[in-house]
Structures are given as C-alpha cells and as structure tokens.
C-alpha cells in the first residue's frame, strides 16, 4: 500500500558505491509499489535524510507519476549537522509522499506540514482510540493533534513533548508505520504499530539497538540477502517507537519508547507507551463452570454439525460480546472506503479459504455494506504438480486393487473379498471426491482443466459459501477462483521471494505465493449458467482471518500443551502466542499484498477485539476436552452456528500454504522444511 524509506549520512561518512547502489534500488522499489494493480492505484511514501553533498543529481518524480497515485507531494528541509556551527555540513530532509485515497471525502495530500515546521508521513489507519469522522482523513486528524503539543517542554519526563507524542501514539487502534520531524526539538520518530501490522525494514550495522553507525537506512520494502553488493536489511522491532535527535554532528544512539503491559509501571525517569489489552486471563476455570463433556461411549474422528457442546451461561454471554465487538472492527474497517467508479465493482475483498475464521468476517461484513454491493471472496488453488502426481498413483493402485481382487474366488456377496473390494471402491471414491466437488461447483466451464485446482480450500471454499448464499441470499459474492498454474508459480518465485525479503524460508515463501496471488485478485467467477468467466478483483481493502487462531487456541501446539499440562499450560501457551504476534509475520504479509496495491486489514488483531479476549476465561475460548473440530477456538464455532453457519462450524485449522497446495510443488523440495532457507538452485 506505500513505501517508507529514509536514509542517513554525515560528512564523515564516505558515500560509497555500496550504498549509493542501495539507495537507487530501494528508491525505485518503493516507487514501483502497487504498480500491478489495474485501475487501482498504489500509494507510495518516502522519507529520508541525505547529506547535501550528495544532492547534486536532483531526484526526478516524473517517472513515479505514471504510477497513478491519488496525489504526490514532495517537501525539503536543511538542517545543520552541528548545533554549535563550527561544521558547515547539513542535512537535508526530503519527504515525499504519495496518497491513494481511502479515507475521507477528498484526496488529502502528504506530507503533512505543521505552521511550525512539524513534517509528518503517515501510514496507517486510526479506526479508533482518537475520533476521526467519517468524512476526515486520518492523517489530517492526527497532525492537528501532533501540532497541539508542539510546544511543549523538551526536557523532563511529566509533561515534556516527548511523553505527549507516546500519550497520543498509545490511544491509536488501528495499523501504521510512520516518520515524524519534531522541528524544535529537531527529532525524528518513527515506528510501527504494537502488533507490526505494517512493513519496516532498516539497515543498522551496529547490531546493538541501541547504537548506530551511518549510513542508517529505513524503508517498507527491501530485496535478497543473496543481493551482497547491497547493504543488508532486517525488520524493525514492533516493540515501541524510536527516535534520534540530528542536534549533533554524529547520531550515538536510537532511543526506544518501549510497549509495556497495560498493568505494567514505567520504570523511573524512562517513558514508555502501555498496551490498550492486559495479559491472557490466567484463571484456571473450576470444575462448575465447564461445559458437561461428551459422554466417553460417543467415538469419532471428525466433528459433525449435529455434535454441539452444551453452552453454560457463562459462554452464551461470551458469544453474544464476541459477537458485539468483532462486528464492531468488521465495521469499522469496510464503513468508509471510497466507492469505486462501477457500481458493481467490490470495494471489500476477503482472502477466503472457507475456514471458520474468513466465513464468520464474511457474515459480518455483509451486516455493514450496503445491501446489493458485491463482496470478493478471493479463493486461491495452486497446480501442483507433485500432489497430482501421487494422488494419480493412489488412483491407478486403488483401480488395480480392485481388479484383482475381483478376479479372485468366493466373491460371493457378504464375503470378506466382497468387503475388500468395497472398500477399496470407497477408497477410490473418495480419492476423486474432492475433485467432483469443486467441479461440480465450478459448472460445465469447470472441466478436466479446473480440476487440477481443486486443493482442498477451493472445496471447503465452495461449501462456505452455499452457507453464505443461504443465510445471505441479497448479497451477491464474487467467488472468485484464484488459478495459478505450475508454470506461473515458478515464474513469479524469484519476484515474491524479493518481496518478502529479509524473510527467506520454505514457509515464508510458501505462504507469501499464497497470498501474492490471491491478492491480486485474477481469476474466474461461476456465471449463473454455471460458465466461468475471466474476472479480476478491484477491491482495494482485503479482510483476513490472522489472529484468531492465536488467540483461540488453533494450532495443534495448543492441543499438545493442554495433553502434557492441562489449562496451566493451555494458558501459558495462549499468553506465548499474544506476545510473539508482533513478531510474527505480519510485515511480510504487508509487502506481499500492498505489492497489488491493496491494503490488508485484520479485524481479530483490533486491539479491543484482543482485549476482549485477553479477559475472557480459558474454557471460554479453547476447550480442548472435546475432539478435534469441536473443542478448538470453540467460541468461535458458537459464533458460527449463532450466525446461522452449521457445517462451516466444524471446519478444522489448514494452514495456507496446504489448503493452497503452494507447500513442496517440486520433487526437489520433498525434503524441505519450513524453517530451512530456500534454495536458489531455480535462480541460477
């Protein structure tokens, strides 16, 4: 969705040929974001800091122009390297920013520029925490704040500028990166959000926090680790806002303004931001306040729709807030995007596996838009050639088992040989299920070539959204088969592995395929006829489902915790999977989407969402008592069926990259694992 990037240098530092090639690659990659989109446009920010020595070629904006943003704005200050001007060098700050318009009712141009010199480049969304009417621009909102403590004391703790700044910052719900030039204090701030839900990347060679030697390097995207004639990138820390002062002719250090626990207590002297959400409930729930389990004669190894856990009091409340304050971010994040210029054009997007946690947005979603307006459900399958080949092996042993065995003797009904055979008809049968499904679905367009892209999230998708049809019948949902085929896939491997980077695993790039396709948004929509079309998305905002899984108990981690110690250690796990969400891999998720110029949003990770679920009890949310299907993120499930879902309630956790099939699509990579680093054999 933008770029940030910024750069630092002083007239010690030699500008050399490494970094000078660093800064024209990271110019024009954050230049290009967004340039795949069709009619929609990207948005690209830049900041950065460079010595005036090094300005003689003056930076062109002419070639970002036919990018398309809604509007581009460029912004210049000098400051000296030196407060006791004996040294005649400057810095020269130089903003550019450049606005696709998705707030507010005009197009409201960046920077922002204070009367006092205050400079700000904002890229985020304040869904709430601070008003924003739904006819402002966010960033406007924010600056008239920023500029109202402006001249606070600089000096201190209570009452200085700087704890003003956090105060402000600390009240935001919503996702951002950011720079902010304090001219007074002449102070640079800049940071992410508490959960890392937008990209920041930075080149620090002194591998301390807290030190820094130049040149400094800020930017929202970056390239290979493998590119060693550039300098090297890493993700910024989600854990607080930083900032330097230009004061004096060298920068010692960044000082960090760190996110501590709502209940937690600033250290003396120290500033520091507190969360808006406290820690997971650690309460161990008593015996009278479970549910009453399933009696232990009821065996099966998959959930049904008619096996429901009884609901205590305690849970029909539970449902009822969790309810109330996720439709309340759905809302929040789909109310004021701007309407496209057809009509029928989606303005929402959901990345849509079928899963518990994409049809219940899906549902809510279709309570905030008006009635009529579409909804893409962006449904993604991959051709895998490995898969495809091992499922055609089972097929052909199946069809040779069966021959034989009905060439043996004593076939006769009711004989073990009969059974046999029957069975491995079934096997067989179901072998093929999947494929008849989706093709079923898919109409007489679907065809022996559509098959190949019935992965299993493209037959739980079209399942999801029969449900979605019949308890929504005005909506009209785009579901839109998102086909990539083997050659493609490939094609494109080198260009997303740029776009994760620094992130250079098996998984990162298993998942980011996944997504960089999907979020593209070309494929094919089932006419009513049952035809397929050609269509291709223009939704700007997409929904996703991340943050439910770690909050309610998803992963089969939280199943073996709760198996070696029960609730204690079900907590423990739960509060791990919280604090490590910043740290996962959301900035990732953010280069690869807003690569199409489309903007990611995640109702589950509002922080009042995330709060919510912090102070429910354990039993609550996760009740791994029951079997798989039913006990896991079981406040869910009862949300589900509350919206009037029964199948899609039992629907189990599939990672991306499997229900995708993106996961080991070449023999070569049998043997891979998630964490291994990718192999650039393709590449060479």
Not at 241 to 256: C, D, G, P, Q
Not at 567 to 590: A, F, P, V, Y
Request: glycine share 8%.
């Amino acid at each position: 969705m933008c770029g940030i990037l910024f750069a630092i240098q002083n007239q010690h530092t030699t500008a050399h040929a490494q970094y000078q090639k660093t800064w024209a690659i990271l110019e024009e990659l954050n230049s290009r974001r967004g340039k795949l989109s069709n009619p929609m446009k990207n948005l690209i920010r830049s900041f950065y800091i460079y010595p005036s020595r090094f300005l003689s070629d003056p930076i062109d904006p002419l070639p970002l122009l036919s990018l398309g943003p809604s509007a581009q704005e460029t912004h210049h200050i000098s400051i000296p390297a030196s407060s006791n001007g004996s040294d005649n060098s400057t810095f020269d700050l130089t903003f550019y920013g450049a606005v696709l318009h998705l707030r507010g009712d005009t197009v409201t141009r960046q920077p922002h520029i204070g009367p006092s010199g205050n400079v700000l480049i904002w890229n985020g969304e304040i869904f709430d925490g601070i008003f924003v009417d739904h006819h402002q621009n966010d960033g406007q909102v924010l600056m008239a704040l920023l500029e109202s403590i402006a001249d606070y004391p600089q000096q201190g703790v209570e009452g200085s500028h700087a704890q003003q700044f956090l105060k402000i910052m600390s009240k935001i719900e919503g996702p951002y990166a950011f720079v902010y030039y304090h001219a007074s204090s002449q102070k640079v701030y800049f940071g992410r959000d508490c959960l890392g839900r937008r990209s920041l990347l930075w080149h620090k060679p002194s591998a301390d926090n807290q030190d820094v030697t130049l040149p400094f390097v800020l930017t929202s995207v970056g390239y290979s680790v493998y590119q060693t004639d550039l300098l090297p990138l890493d993700e910024v820390p989600a854990d607080g806002i930083y900032a330097f002062s230009l004061k004096e002719s060298t920068i010692n250090s960044i000082m960090r303004y760190p996110w501590i626990p709502s209940e937690a207590t600033p250290l003396e002297g120290s500033l520091a931001m507190k969360l808006s959400f406290g820690r997971v409930n650690d309460k161990i729930p008593e015996e009278d306040q479970l549910s009453v389990p399933f009696d232990e004669t009821l065996k099966f190894d998959k959930a049904h729709p008619e096996v429901v856990p009884p609901m205590t009091l305690d849970m029909e409340a539970a449902v009822k807030g969790m309810i109330a304050v996720l439709g309340d971010s759905v809302r929040r994040r789909v109310q004021d995007i701007p309407m496209t210029r057809l009509r029928h054009d989606a303005r929402v997007g959901i990345l849509f596996s079928g899963g518990l946690d994409c049809l219940t947005l899906a549902a809510l979603a279709d309570r905030f838009l008006p009635e009529g307006e579409a909804i893409d459900l962006l449904n993604v399958g991959f051709e895998n050639p490995r898969v495809a080949k091992a499922r055609a092996a089972e097929v052909a042993s199946a069809k040779k088992q069966s021959k034989k065995q009905a060439k043996k003797p004593n076939n006769a009904p009711g004989s073990e040989a009969t059974a046999a055979t029957d069975q491995e008809t079934e096997q067989q049968s179901t072998l093929q299920s999947s494929s008849s499904i989706a093709a079923d679905a898919g109409g007489s367009g679907a065809g022996a070539s559509a098959t190949k892209y019935n992965v299993p999230d493209r037959v739980t998708g079209y399942e999801s959204l029969q449900e979605l049809k019949r308890i929504a019948p005005q909506r009209h949902w785009n579901f839109v088969e998102v086909n990539v085929p083997f050659e493609e896939a490939m094609a494109k491997r080198q260009e997303i592995l740029e776009r994760i980077a620094p992130l250079e695993t098996v998984m990162d790039l298993s998942i980011a395929m996944a997504f960089w396709f999907a979020s593209r948004g070309i494929g094919y929509l089932q006419t009513d006829q049952g035809d397929r079309i050609p269509y291709t998305s223009q939704a700007k905002v997409l929904l996703s489902g991340l943050g439910a899984d770690e909050q309610l108990g998803g992963y089969s981690r939280h199943k073996d915790q709760f198996a070696l110690t029960q609730w204690e250690g079900l907590i423990k796990e739960l509060q791990l999977d919280l604090d490590r969400i910043s740290t996962r891999n959301l900035g990732r998720d953010d280069r690869i989407i807003s690569d199409h110029g489309k903007e990611a949003r995640y109702p589950f990770l509002c922080t009042n969402v995330v709060q919510y679920l912090c102070q429910l009890r354990v039993d609550l949310k996760v009740d791994l008592r029951y079997p798989r299907g039913v006990g896991e993120k079981i406040l869910l499930r009862h949300v589900a069926r509350a919206l009037g879902f029964q199948r899609a309630s039992t629907h189990w956790k599939r990672a991306v990259q499997f229900g995708a099939k993106t996961a080991k699509m070449t023999e070569s990579g049998r043997s891979e694992i998630g964490q291994q680093v990718v192999s650039r054999a393709q590449e060479s």
